[in-house]
């Protein structure tokens, strides 16, 4: 039987690193991230 991925969320530092040099709000960083993950891993 194959794997199934539960969760999957970035970690927070690299969220806040990211936020940091772009100039975006960690809401917004976090917002992409996961949005870009869920394109990846759930289709």
């Known amino acids: ?4 991925i539960v969760n999957i969320k970035p970690e927070f ?3 806040r690193k990211i936020s940091k040099n772009s100039g ?5 960083v976090q917002f992409f991230a996961q949005t870009k993950i869920k394109q990846i891993y759930m289709n």
Do not use: A, P, V, Y
Request: charged letters at 50%; hydrophobic letters at 35%.
């Open 1 to 4: 039987m194959g794997r199934k």
């Open 13 to 15: 530092e690299d969220i």
């Open 24 to 28: 975006l709000s960690l809401k917004e």
